[in-house]
């Protein structure tokens, strides 16, 4: 899949921000947004890029801090985040497009539907964070995490200095059931963590507020207009399945998926399922016209 893919660099005073690009420009857009830490685009959207590309025009961009879009100096803030949506947008010259989000890509997803209405036709996060609150203890756990380097981000490098330890991690964290190309993703988690280590995001470190989440997108979410879909694992350990079909619930006309026996990472567990629901959902935007 790879030979079929284009490169794009968008330069900023802070560094490149890389885009994998695959169908034709004309073609309907649809932007990729992976996940937090050990990710990237191709992690995330190896298996769904080529079945859309027959008829769309895909976008992946590698957040600041992973797979290409290395080096990137200072801290990558949740509005920075957004503005790497629009830029990549505004770059490709695209009025609109669909975004489709894995949990931090999902939370920007829906961010940036509800921040950019104009600019987002339709919308798929899977697992999506930024629906997400926290007892007291835990929640002040969290924060103390977030805000000591030493526990988000040389520990859980440490934790991943191995292969064997690579692949329980991801058994345990992203996964709740077999893989078919399981291997293939541990090559893929081990080249990520050898490149920029195996921390929590600064998005992710910056949207834990002292006393509550800063990032909580939950009283916004009636403000979403596009057509919504939430896919969720309900074998998921990092985002409650009861959590993500509230926040479908609360979109209007927002629709909601449960995949069975899946964990988190559903697109790499399960991307037959996932890539059915995401391409089936896109159906109705063939022949629209993306540049206005």
Not at 84 to 91: A, Q
Not at 200 to 206: K, T, V
Not at 254 to 264: A, D, P, S
Request: charged share 20%.
């Amino acid at each position: 899949m790879t030979g079929e893919l284009r490169s794009t660099y968008l330069a900023s005073p802070e560094g490149r921000l890389h885009v994998h690009s695959a169908g034709e420009p004309g073609a309907p857009p649809v932007l990729l947004l992976s996940g937090a830490g050990v990710d990237n685009a191709l992690l995330s959207w190896r298996h769904l890029i080529p079945v859309l590309a027959g008829g769309h025009h895909v976008l992946a961009l590698d957040w600041p801090k992973q797979g290409r879009s290395r080096p990137w100096s200072g801290r990558v803030t949740h509005e920075r985040m957004l503005r790497c949506v629009t830029d990549v947008l505004d770059r490709f010259g695209l009025r609109s497009a669909a975004l489709v989000g894995l949990s931090q890509g999902g939370a920007l997803a829906l961010a940036t539907a509800i921040e950019h209405p104009d600019r987002v036709d339709r919308l798929v996060a899977l697992a999506p964070a930024g629906i997400l609150s926290f007892p007291p203890v835990v929640h002040q756990a969290l924060w103390l995490t977030a805000k000591l380097p030493l526990l988000n981000s040389v520990l859980p490098t440490a934790m991943l200095g191995s292969r064997e330890r690579i692949a329980g991690f991801a058994r345990k964290a992203l996964f709740a059931g077999p893989v078919r190309d399981f291997e293939d993703v541990i090559d893929e988690i081990e080249a990520e963590v050898r490149e920029g280590g195996a921390g929590s995001s600064d998005w992710q470190n910056a949207s834990i507020g002292p006393l509550r989440m800063r990032v909580d997108l939950r009283p916004r979410l009636r403000e979403i207009v596009c057509p919504t879909l939430i896919i969720q694992g309900d074998k998921d350990v990092g985002v409650p399945p009861a959590r993500a079909r509230d926040a479908a619930a609360l979109i209007p006309g927002g629709r909601f998926e449960l995949l069975r026996g899946v964990g988190h990472w559903s697109n790499r567990q399960v991307p037959a399922q996932v890539n059915a629901l995401v391409a089936g959902f896109l159906q109705p935007m063939d022949g629209a016209d993306p540049l206005g």
